[in-house]
């Protein structure tokens, strides 16, 4: 999905949510890295660097692929790093200073702005 603002898809998981009942929701800022990272403590999941050949975000800039046009990383996931930007739950602060230490969502700060990660 692309094009969706922080509002529209924070009503389609709750959208979501209903029609399923199960519980869906946006990753946090502090998940998100992790599940980008895939257990590794390097920059990517591919090491220090990446490449346009692990990630769209050179060759085709400008143009989403389909996911899995690129290798899985550790966890098994596609395109994370790359393609498209992905809203997470947070609200966007200058800096992680005082950030919580538990992975959660910082709900404080400026909500009227919201945390991006991903893209190209």
Same mark, same amino acid.
């Given at each position: 999905m692309i094009n969706v603002s922080w509002?529209?898809?924070? %009503?389609?998981?709750?959208?979501?949510s209903k029609k399923t009942g199960? $519980?869906? =929701?946006?990753? &946090? %800022?502090?998940?998100?890295?992790?599940?980008?990272?895939?257990?590794? $403590?390097? =920059?990517?999941? &591919?090491?220090?660097?990446?490449?346009p050949y692990q990630a769209n975000y050179s060759y085709y800039m400008g143009k989403t692929v389909p996911v899995g046009d690129y290798d899985a990383n550790q966890f098994g996931l596609h395109d994370v790093d790359g393609n498209v930007w992905e809203w997470v739950e947070d609200c966007w602060n200058n800096s992680y200073s005082g950030a919580p230490a538990d992975g959660s969502a910082w709900t404080t700060g400026n909500c009227s702005l919201r945390v991006l990660r991903g893209g190209s």
């Open positions: 509002d529209d898809i924070r %009503e389609y998981v709750s959208w979501l199960k $519980t869906y =929701r946006l990753l &946090t %800022e502090a998940e998100w890295e992790y599940v980008a990272r895939a257990g590794t $403590t390097t =920059r990517y999941h &591919t090491g220090y660097n990446i490449s």
